[in-house]
């Protein structure tokens, strides 16, 4: 990708960003569509870098229903084949005329029930060291589903801001001049007050001989908006004060570049202030477009309709 060697000198660059500015250190983009910071970490074993409860509250819900399920399986197998290891004979209740595999079965059956402390009491430990291993399952048991409940419930009551960005941004038409537009929107039935955004540019540039990295706050038309209920569209008007002032299609198709995104607004349902974050690089970019309408009456102009499935929905158009 070729290099900008030019700027809006009128543009003051960020130096308080949190993002260093030798390029030749950075891969790919800052920060990734989902929010996250682009940062793998190493010089430090995995358990310690690794933060378990994070994991296991961010993760997707499918991943997370399968390590529950999966721990569940896994560790009643493990006890199940030390009970079977000590010997069914001291299991009162399994039948001694039965398969090794039907018997193994109902040892596993037996450690599920001990586990989540159930007890139908069909099988029983008789010896010392049966009693002794259900006793410390039953207390992993109760320790386990102790910690379940408490991701269950970190997951379920998480502060999240439900909000979808547009998977582009667009240079469109704004009054007499060209503006930088981004698009989001509220998904579900939250009530989103006192809004506030901010947009970082981030770009590449050789300067001096050597490749540097420039961040640059961009003004926006409104940073702050009383209520979000429909949809907000972003913008940064290019003037002649901007970074992107003069910047036409060939320089956002040959510029290093990315715009970072920042949105926080309280949540009534949460009684919280909730934070999302992503960023579009230069080819998210779409020169020469603007944002189809998202919302309207309804036929009975008794509602306003907000069509969600619109997000993403531009049109191209000629710019001055």
């Known amino acids: 990708m070729a290099l900008l060697k030019r700027v809006n000198q009128k543009a003051k660059a960020d130096k308080n960003t949190g993002f260093g500015t030798n390029a030749n250190s950075y891969g790919g983009r800052f920060i ?67 398969s090794e595999w039907v018997k193994f079965g109902q040892v596993y059956f037996f450690s599920a029930q001990t586990f989540t402390t159930v007890g139908y009491g069909h099988i029983s430990p008789t010896g010392f060291l049966t009693s002794a291993l259900s006793s410390a399952e039953a207390l992993i048991g109760l320790l386990s589903f102790a910690i379940a409940t408490g991701l269950f419930f970190g997951r379920f009551s998480r502060p999240k801001a439900f909000l979808k960005f547009s998977h582009n941004a667009v240079i469109a038409p704004y009054g ?14 939250t009530n989103f007050t006192d809004a506030e955004a901010k947009i970082t540019l981030g770009m590449s540039i050789e300067e001096n001989g050597k490749l540097v990295n420039k961040f640059y706050s961009l003004d926006l038309e409104l940073e702050k908006i009383n209520a979000l209920s429909l949809s ?68 009975d102009s008794s509602k306003t309709i907000l069509n969600l499935d619109k997000l993403n929905s531009y049109d191209k158009v000629t710019l001055g």
């Open 32 to 98: 990734n569509k989902n929010g996250t910071a682009n940062i793998e970490k190493r010089g430090m074993h995995v358990l310690r870098r690794t933060s378990w409860y994070h994991t296991m509250i961010d993760m997707p819900v499918w991943k997370f229903m399968m390590i529950i399920l999966s721990f569940y399986v896994g560790i009643n197998f493990v006890f199940a084949s030390i009970y079977y290891g000590i010997g069914v004979e001291h299991l009162d209740g399994i039948a001694g005329s039965d």
């Open 176 to 189: 007499e001049i060209s503006g930088l537009m981004i698009r989001l929107t509220p998904f579900k039935n």
């Open 232 to 299: 907000w569209t972003l913008v940064h008007p290019i003037t002649e004060d901007s970074p992107l002032f003069q910047f036409n299609e060939d320089d956002f198709a040959n510029t290093n570049g990315e715009i970072v995104v920042f949105v926080k607004t309280f949540d009534d349902m949460f009684s919280n202030t909730v934070a999302i974050r992503t960023s579009y690089t230069f080819d998210e970019v779409v020169y020469g477009a603007k944002f189809e309408p998202m919302y309207t009456r309804s036929n």
